[in-house]
């Protein structure tokens, strides 16, 4: 009886755990949301690109950065010459594990001409290899052009990443086919995990190879290492909910609790642990990743973690001759390292009151059920990290894309809401493109605007107030300045209070009070329409984008530039009426404008936020175009003075006034 009730006992804390983790790391439906999203994020993008990381995975977790896959297709990776395909359009490159360890190959071109080795390649005895180190140094420059915050970036193991580390990108190349080093794992004995279906699609995704070589490699410099990213995507989607949990908690273990000691920092990383999770779920039966039972899985997942530190032992998922624990510790940081893992693993899931995001599970308050009013709000608020990192992630080649794989692999109800709300912002990039000024008759001057206007009454859609904004643009380009006022008021009455701006909820990951009662209130609603109603994006525009005024085409010369909606309402405003000669209303608008900007600038924001930094330049031009010389120059040298990395055009509009 003293058995059966313990537990009893430990099931039911486990259920209460497991729900607190649901309403703090993300339930089924949000993970599923994160995913779903990233995915089609993905699809969007003229190259071929994959999420990878936290994010990718479904996870949103303090510190979690964005990683990002881009497969090059000027080349192809085969395992021989006999593969290579006659129609193979890619330069050929032929692997040579010969002389590398597990897990790394290197990469030998198989006809070359001077134009092409000259760049990326080098000669040894074999012939020409294709250089990890120099492929990398050609792309962190194509990669500072081509994202201006990547301009003071830094090559990162195999990924270059932003200043603030936050953005992980990585050029990899391609084999189509599963390569011979990894066929043991096809076939090896296992439970139930990963089901045969899982198996046939990893093996038919391929592996992908990332620029960087085995440290302390006499060949490190052309050496790649084998990756099985998408492979390892499929496994982490076929998890359990509580198998995905325990994962989470074994990230939140690392990175907020064991990496609190400065001299185990970067010892262990979150690939060690998903691999830990991928052998433990290999040799456990589905069936018992419950959650009633997950405090017991977690801790045997720690308990597996102890194990291999002490004994230097994790084999690669994949290749298993690869031990990824080989000369990892020395001495000193195995013995710390065995010694806090031990500590944390006799407190039990207690550990984490030392934690930033599962401190205060102990106090939680668990209701037995929870109302859909309060489920509500709290996906709509787990849910707009994701959003606010892909909202503008569509490029103007994105639409057909997009459409294809809606009608041909999406059929569920979630899908179609996520694609509700990208198509609409991938329409708005569209008619941001600049006109070819070859053909610029009054017959394409007239089926260009139509056009554009088609496609700006479908991007109206994307949320609550930029997309009439961007129409207000539009109409003022035209010279239509009455039409564009009408429609500015009417995103003004729209901007109110309930309103969820993305470009601060980077920074403030809470709804208020105000925003909670507003989502509350449309409880019955479908994702798409809540976060179409109640959100608020920047308005990004396209480099040379034939929809901004004239007076910022400075502004998207050389990159994509994104301005804050309710500052450029009151410039545009100020704008039309500076052309229909109001000046009493000119002021009026200038005053707004300047009230917004001061509001902004005292709302605790990074100063540096380009769209922040837009704001003061926005009140520098209209000082400008009203004469205030002086005003407008004080107002490009504070945008200049906080421009760090030169992101705007604050630099150059103040030495013309010089």
């Known amino acids: 009886m003293l058995k059966m009730a313990r537990m009893s006992i430990e099931k039911s804390e486990s259920l209460k755990f497991y729900k607190y983790l649901c309403q703090n ?76 360890q597990p897990c790394f190959t290197q990469l030998l071109l198989l006809s070359h001409n001077i134009m092409t080795v000259h760049d990326v390649f080098e000669k040894n005895h074999r012939g020409y290899m294709l250089s990890s180190e120099l492929f990398k140094l050609v792309y962190k420059k194509f990669a500072e052009v081509l ?54 699609k990893i093996v038919s995704s391929g592996v992908l190879f990332v620029p960087i070589g085995c440290k302390g490699s006499i060949n490190e410099h052309l050496e790649w290492r084998i990756s099985f990213s998408v492979a390892e995507k499929f496994l982490i989607f076929s998890f359990t909910h509580t198998q995905f949990l325990c994962y989470a908690m074994l990230k939140i273990l690392l990175k907020e609790i064991v990496e609190k000691h ?24 589905t069936y018992l990743w419950r959650p009633d039972k997950i405090i017991q899985c977690f801790m045997a997942c720690l308990q597996r973690l102890l194990y291999c530190v002490k004994y230097s032992i994790l084999s690669h ?33 207690d550990c984490f009151v030392s934690s930033i995001t599962l401190h205060d ?50 059929r569920t109800a979630l899908s179609r809401d996520l694609f509700a709300l990208q198509l609409p912002k991938a329409f708005m990039f569209v008619t941001g493109k600049t006109w070819n000024k070859r053909n610029s008759g009054n017959k394409h001057h007239y089926l260009k605007y139509k056009q554009d206007l088609s496609h700006l009454v479908i991007g109206l859609h994307s949320d609550a107030v ?12 035209h010279k239509k300045f009455l039409a564009s006022l009408t429609v500015i008021t009417y995103a003004l009455k729209k901007y109110t209070d309930e309103k969820i701006y993305i470009g601060f909820f980077v920074y403030y990951s809470t709804l208020n009070r105000i925003q909670t009662h507003a989502v509350n209130l449309m409880k019955k609603e479908k994702l798409h329409k809540i976060v179409k109603s109640l959100t608020v994006h920047f308005l990004t525009f396209i480099m040379d984008s034939s929809i901004i005024p004239q007076e910022l085409q400075l502004d998207i010369t050389r990159t994509h530039n994104s301005f804050h909606p309710l500052p450029f309402a009151h410039f545009l405003k100020f704008l039309c009426f500076y052309h229909l000669h109001d000046l009493s209303s000119c002021r009026q608008s200038l005053q707004l404008l300047e009230q917004v900007q001061r509001i902004l600038s005292h709302s605790g924001t ?8 837009n704001t003061v330049i926005l009140c520098g031009i209209a000082r400008q175009l009203m004469g205030d010389t002086f005003i407008a120059r004080q107002a490009f040298k504070e945008a200049a003075d906080h421009d760090e990395y030169n992101f705007t055009s604050a630099a150059s509009r103040l030495s013309n006034l010089i």
């Open 25 to 100: 790391i993300g339930s089924e439906e949000v993970v599923r949301i994160r995913r779903l999203a990233f995915t089609i994020k993905d699809i969007a993008q003229c190259t071929k690109t994959i999420t990878s990381g936290s994010m990718g995975e479904g996870l949103n977790l303090n510190g979690s950065d964005f990683d990002i896959m881009v497969i090059d297709r000027n080349f192809k990776v085969f395992q021989s010459e006999t593969e290579v395909q006659s129609q193979c359009f890619a330069t050929p490159l032929i692997m040579n594990t010969e002389e590398t």
């Open 147 to 200: 994202i201006p915050g990547l301009t003071t970036g830094n090559i990162h193991a195999p990924c270059i990443s932003d200043q603030d580390g936050f953005l992980d990108l990585a050029w990899c190349l391609k084999c189509d086919k599963w390569i011979f080093q990894a066929k043991p794992w096809i076939n090896r004995p296992r439970t139930t995990w990963p089901s045969p279906e899982i198996i046939s």
């Open 262 to 285: 400065e001299d185990l920092k970067g010892l262990l990383c979150s690939y060690f642990l998903k691999t830990l999770m991928f052998w433990i779920s290999e040799e456990t039966e």
């Open 317 to 349: 998922y994949f290749i298993s001759d690869n031990n990824l624990f080989y000369s990892r510790f020395n001495t000193n940081n195995e013995e710390q390292l065995t010694t806090i893992l031990t500590n944390l693993y006799e407190q039990g899931v």
């Open 361 to 410: 599970f102990q106090c939680q308050f668990y209701e037995s059920t929870e109302s859909l009013i309060n489920s509500n709000s709290r996906l709509l608020q787990q849910i707009m990290p994701t959003f606010c990192a892909i909202f503008n992630q569509c490029r103007t080649d994105s639409v057909l894309r997009l459409i294809y794989e809606f009608l041909h692999h999406f």
């Open 466 to 477: 930029s997309g009439w904004l961007k129409l207000a643009s539009f109409f003022y380009v």
């Open 606 to 613: 990074k100063v540096f936020i380009p769209e922040t930094l």
